[in-house]
């Protein structure tokens, strides 16, 4: 798992600080929670970038050279998750992954190798924007012009996982099918009697859909141990062939055609082993019982592989709530399933009726992490291995409550 440090840093000021321990560590499911603008997407997208970067260097598509010259990460990669004019001159970051450390100090951006090539997965990176129904709302959005860079990202992942799909998908909310006509290059939702456009459906719905079909299409696309055995070993010697094929592409002299055979055998021979997931605010335009339905099959993809990981922002106490049911119902079953080895079956149809087993979250490998409006980040204290009720989406409810208390106080005395 990776870890991050982040200090003067658009909204992020102070940062993370757990008694002298400085790292944000990216646990296998990592939650941010906070009020507008205190860094909840700031933090996704800056991990989603340096994660990206520690990939393409392992793969040979960037070298050191060219990503320590001066502001070009700033200006470069940055820029892409349009956080680039999030710089100060104090500005720290600090990322440790498993093949390369990164840091930014003093205007300086420094790379070290930390040895760990052969054991490290290449994952496949997705960062699922808010601005997502966007893709489903509007007639060929990939022509109009800026829109963010990580929307035309997500639009071309969507697309292509919608023209992979061999047949109608059972959406888990609302009992809808989603369709792709191919002939017609249009998707639908079937419903029990009914049957309409994605564009002309409710704006939970526009929104859901896109991450539940690119999240389903990734997630289920890695083989990571089919993948580990044909790249890990042979890290090096893919390293090799990359570059007599970039020099096959670079020579002006060959035909197109062999140039795109190059390209894409170079596509073919790396095979990501795991889904990074960076998905803001997955309860966006959603009722409570569908926000369930969102978070229960974003977890279930994170666990179909170790080397997933689920990066999620959010303003829904439902979400920390029901993420909570999963985290006891995981530690519960655990010690049914050993109390009750030889009915393990049965164990589990009975938990399977509460909450889906496939979605269970271990209570060691989570963590959930407060932005504060003082720019600070804040890990959420944790009872019994679930996460503490004292969290700021379930005081604001709280407050609500005292505040009503309140009003009847006034009401009795004005009477």
Not at 98 to 112: G, L, V
Not at 290 to 304: F, M, T
């Amino acid at each position: 798992m990776s870890k991050l440090k982040i200090m003067n840093f658009g909204p992020i000021k102070n940062g993370f600080d757990n008694n002298g321990n400085k790292f944000v560590e990216i646990k296998k499911t990592t939650v941010f929670i906070g009020n507008q603008g205190t860094g909840k997407s700031t933090i996704a997208k800056l991990f989603s970038t340096l994660t990206w970067l520690e990939k393409a260097l392992v793969r040979g598509n960037i070298d050191k050279k060219d990503l320590t010259t001066y502001k070009r990460f700033q200006k470069k990669y940055c820029a892409y998750q349009n956080i680039h004019n999030y710089f100060r001159k104090n500005t720290f970051i600090e990322y440790i992954g498993e093949a390369y450390k990164f840091k930014y100090d003093n205007e300086i951006f420094t790379i070290s190798e930390l040895g760990n090539k052969s054991s490290y997965l290449l994952p496949k990176i997705m960062y699922v924007p808010a601005e997502r129904n966007f893709v489903s709302a509007v007639s060929q959005p990939e022509k109009l012009k800026y829109i963010p860079q990580t929307l035309f990202t997500f639009l071309d992942e969507y697309q292509r996982s919608v023209e992979e799909i061999e047949s109608n998908i059972k959406l888990p909310i609302n009992d809808l099918t989603f369709k792709f006509d191919k002939k017609k290059n249009v998707t639908k939702l079937v419903g029990t009697d009914y049957e309409l456009l994605l564009s002309e459906a409710s704006s939970g719905i526009q929104s859901f859909v896109p991450l539940y079909i690119v999240s389903k299409n990734l997630a289920e696309g890695i083989n990571s141990e089919t993948d580990y055995s044909k790249n890990k070993n042979n890290l090096e010697e893919i390293q090799k062939i990359r570059k007599k094929l970039q020099e096959i592409i670079s020579n002006e002299g060959l035909p197109d055609l062999l140039k795109n055979q190059a390209i894409n055998l170079i596509a073919e021979i790396y095979n990501n082993d795991c889904f990074i997931n960076v998905v803001e605010e997955p309860e966006q335009n959603l009722y409570p019982t569908s926000q369930k339905a969102v978070i229960s099959s974003l977890i279930e993809y994170n666990n179909l592989n170790n080397g997933n990981e689920l990066v999620i922002t959010t303003h829904s106490p439902f979400i920390i709530n029901y993420l909570t049911l999963l985290i006891k119902a995981k530690d519960i079953l655990d010690k049914a399933k050993t109390k009750y080895s030889d009915r393990i079956s049965e164990v589990e149809n009975e938990f399977n009726s509460i909450v889906p087993i496939k979605s269970l979250v271990d209570k060691d490998d989570y963590a959930i992490y407060q932005m504060t409006e003082l720019g600070e980040i804040v890990l959420l204290d944790k009872y019994n291995g679930l996460p503490s009720d004292e969290n700021f989406l379930n005081q604001n409810l709280a407050e609500l409550n005292y505040d009503f208390s309140d009003l009847l106080e006034l009401e009795d005395k004005w009477q």
